[in-house]
């Protein structure tokens, strides 16, 4: 494992990282913003599944919410990377980190799972799978984002 954390420190990118403040705090922006799309996205969706605002249709706020989620995914779990790659054999062994990341993959898989079973727009999906999916969704996307932010506390 340590030869491909090393590999993964000696790309390009993170050496480029390393050494470019800017370089670095776009990055780390970009990470931010990917995170603000996805629960910005997410929070409102779980929330309509879980009862809230049901004047409007589940349809019209899965439409446009999932691909502004989807989007804040890519854009964090891309930036995220990179962030990783400047220490990475330092952040591999952080708890928080390793926490964040199955959150993420739970996230994730719940998410896809529930599309693939019901369709894009959940037409075919019951309340009670929604209610379930959100409890799943809101613990692991809140989860992330509460684990993301203890990285910085923790080790040194």
């Known amino acids: 494992m340590d030869t491909f954390l090393v590999a993964i420190e000696n790309m390009g990118i993170a050496q480029t990282l390393r050494v470019s403040r800017w370089g670095y705090a776009v990055t780390n922006a970009t990470h931010i913003l990917g995170i603000a799309l996805l629960i910005g996205a997410i929070v409102p969706l779980q929330l309509r599944f879980l009862g809230l605002w049901s004047g409007i ?71 009670a799978r929604l209610v379930t999916h959100a409890i799943v969704s809101m613990t692991c996307w809140i989860g992330a984002l509460v684990c993301g932010r203890m990285i910085a506390f923790a080790g040194n």
């Open 57 to 127: 249709s589940r349809e019209s706020l899965v439409r446009v919410l999932s691909p502004v989620a989807a989007t804040g995914l890519t854009l964090a779990v891309i930036a995220g990377f990179f962030l990783f790659s400047v220490r990475a054999r330092e952040y591999a062994g952080i708890g928080f980190l390793q926490a964040k990341l199955i959150f993420v993959a739970v996230g994730t898989l719940s998410a896809v799972a529930l599309h693939r079973a019901h369709g894009f727009l959940l037409a075919s999906a019951g309340d």
